[in-house]
């Protein structure tokens, strides 16, 4: 009995060290750090949808976007008066952060496909900012499109 009880506190003692390893390992250390060349991606974006001369043109924009390119660009504008988070601007180690259009694309893709936030991290090298957007959007054209119609709407 006595060998099964000193068995038993070794097997019990790994097991505990062998958790307690596992669980340090996943909080401590240094963090992985994923190079995400933003600027390269916004310069993407840009080239592709709005430049003079983009990749893709109004067809392809309003069917990605579910809408057309100046209203896109007229809620960019509005929310980067509205909240310095669709602005442009510098991290820490004064590299270029995200761009407006960034920020914008991937809140306008995830609420018109239900993209997850992380597939777009891909390409546009974001994570989630859809909270924000659908905040500011609410605050800036809440008034004027998100209530009943009136007689000059209609018409």
Not at 43 to 52: A, H, I
Not at 62 to 70: A, G, K, S
Request: charged share 30%.
């Amino acid at each position: 009995m006595d060998m099964l009880d000193s068995f038993a506190k070794e097997i019990a003692m790994e097991v505990k060290e062998s958790l307690d390893t596992q669980g340090r390992s996943s909080r401590s250390g240094p963090r992985i750090y994923v190079n995400r060349p933003c600027e390269e991606a916004a310069e993407q974006l840009v080239r592709d949808y709005f430049c003079d001369d983009p990749t893709y043109k109004k067809k392809v924009f309003r069917r990605r976007f579910q809408m057309r390119r100046p209203l896109f660009e007229r809620i960019v504008h509005a929310l980067g008066k509205w909240s310095p988070e669709f602005t442009q601007r510098k991290d820490a180690l004064d590299r270029d952060g995200l761009s407006p259009l960034q920020k914008c694309t991937s809140a306008i893709h995830q609420l018109a496909y239900g993209t997850p936030a992380d597939a777009l991290d891909e390409y546009l090298k974001i994570a989630e900012c859809l909270k924000l957007f659908v905040k500011g959007v609410i605050h800036i054209f809440g008034d004027e499109y998100m209530r009943k119609p009136n007689v000059n709407d209609v018409q």
